[in-house]
């Protein structure tokens, strides 16, 4: 048990943070000794590789990343003018099908994660309780182009486009798709490979990469009506080891999730789906079994909506220095908030310690309410 002492003043004198997007570059730093923690997971399997013959360098695993694609849901048209096939639930509901996650999973990501339908992380107690409907979702929703394919046409024309050699119109003009690309992780190999399936189906894709700071701008803080992006590819964490995820409908669905910002009031699910998100979030139910039914379907009815179309469940590669003794949980890895207790130098108290983090300030500071990132 050495290894997990608490010591509520700490065990270090300093700690220094600072920015390194670059994962193959913070392993060689880390192996130098120039850095000692990396807070941010490696997903690559040749990373990896490399880390498992290095003797200066430890890892642990976590579970509670996971990558999806985020919609505007605002149109048929923006403000702009510019067309928005998304605006369309069954449009939406029908990426599910051009996407191989386990393509994704395999080719991708070398194994290290799984195929993700719903907002509930896998092998999580929450997906445990309700895992005969989400069978159910995986086997319905399976990579099947063809069939995504049909349904997209079909409501593509009925939204007034035409489609002619090989590539999608609306009102004489390309249907282009502003697609926010994440660079400093997987999710750039990922936005690739989508922004290709989406150019199969006849779209045009104008593959906008960013890094946090910079999509921030767009797709959290824009006004989605404005037409400044169509896709996302968002990736969220989880920093514990949730008993019960049922509010995560609401939270990623519905206006309820994040009150007054501009993407979140644009979602306008079915009332159906609205008032089952309302009632799990504010908990309005009386027995396990009410509850848990309506877990069940809020799982269907998310694929229905789609504003989300979750991808992937990652297991999540966190590195150190040997000499380092840092504990990992199984949701966030090293970065969990516990670090400043625990983290220390395997044969001294005190030091400075040296944490590496793809970004240090992402949104200016707020005195009053502080940051969410």
Same mark, same amino acid.
């Given at each position: 048990q050495e290894e997990l002492q608490i010591r509520k003043e700490g065990w270090l004198d300093e700690v +220094?943070?600072?920015?390194?997007?670059?994962?193959?570059?913070?392993?060689? $730093?880390?192996?130098?000794?120039?850095?000692? *923690?990396?807070?941010?997971?490696?997903?690559?399997?040749? %990373?990896?590789?490399?880390?498992? =013959?290095?003797?200066?360098? #430890?890892?642990?695993?976590?579970?509670?990343?996971?990558?999806? %694609? #985020?919609?505007?849901?605002?149109?048929? =048209?923006?403000?702009?003018?510019?067309?928005? &096939?998304?605006?369309?639930?069954?449009?939406? =509901?029908? +990426?599910?099908?051009?996407?191989?996650?386990?393509? *994704?999973?395999?080719? %991708? $990501?070398?194994g290290l994660g799984a195929p993700k339908y719903v907002p509930l992380l896998t092998g999580y107690p929450e997906y445990e309780r309700v895992k005969d409907v989400i069978k159910k979702i995986e086997e319905e929703y399976s990579y099947n182009f063809e069939k995504g394919k049909e349904i997209i046409f079909e409501e593509m024309k009925k939204m007034g486009a035409e489609f002619k050699d090989g590539k999608w119109y609306y009102k004489g003009e390309p249907v282009t798709i502003k697609f926010i690309i994440r660079t400093?992780?997987? /999710?750039?190999?990922?936005?690739?490979?989508?922004?290709?399936?989406? =150019?199969?189906?006849?779209?045009?894709?104008? /593959?906008?990469? /960013? !890094?946090?700071?910079?999509?921030?701008? %767009?797709?959290? @803080?824009?006004? &989605?009506?404005?037409? @400044?992006?169509? *896709?996302?590819?968002?990736?969220?964490?989880?920093?514990?080891?949730?008993?019960?995820?049922? !509010?995560?409908?609401?939270?990623?669905?519905?206006?309820l999730g994040w009150p007054g910002v501009p993407l979140w009031s644009a979602y306008k699910p079915a009332p159906e789906f609205y008032e089952i998100a309302k009632r799990l979030a504010e908990r309005d139910y009386k027995t396990i079994e009410e509850r848990n039914e309506l877990v069940r379907k809020a799982a269907e009815l998310c694929m229905k909506d789609s504003v989300r179309v979750w991808l992937v469940d990652q297991s999540a590669l966190w590195v150190k220095r040997s000499e380092v003794v840092a504990m990992a949980d199984l949701a966030a890895g090293y970065s969990t908030y516990i670090w400043k207790y625990t983290m220390r130098f395997k044969d001294k108290v005190g030091g400075t310690l040296k944490i590496g983090n793809s970004e240090v300030i992402v949104d200016p500071w707020n005195p009053v309410a502080g940051s969410d990132w």
């Open positions: +220094i943070f600072f920015a390194e997007k670059d994962r193959a570059k913070a392993i060689d $730093m880390m192996k130098a000794g120039e850095m000692h *923690v990396y807070f941010i997971d490696i997903g690559d399997p040749e %990373l990896f590789k490399i880390v498992q =013959e290095s003797p200066e360098l #430890t890892y642990d695993f976590s579970y509670g990343l996971c990558y999806e %694609l #985020t919609f505007n849901p605002v149109g048929p =048209e923006f403000k702009n003018g510019k067309f928005n &096939p998304f605006s369309n639930p069954r449009i939406r =509901e029908a +990426i599910n099908y051009i996407i191989d996650r386990n393509y *994704v999973v395999d080719e %991708l $990501m070398g400093e992780d997987l /999710r750039k190999e990922i936005g690739d490979y989508v922004a290709t399936q989406l =150019e199969k189906l006849g779209f045009t894709v104008e /593959r906008m990469y /960013r !890094t946090s700071k910079e999509a921030a701008k %767009l797709w959290i @803080l824009s006004d &989605p009506a404005e037409g @400044l992006w169509h *896709v996302y590819t968002g990736g969220w964490i989880w920093t514990g080891i949730p008993r019960e995820e049922a !509010t995560n409908f609401a939270d990623f669905y519905t206006p």
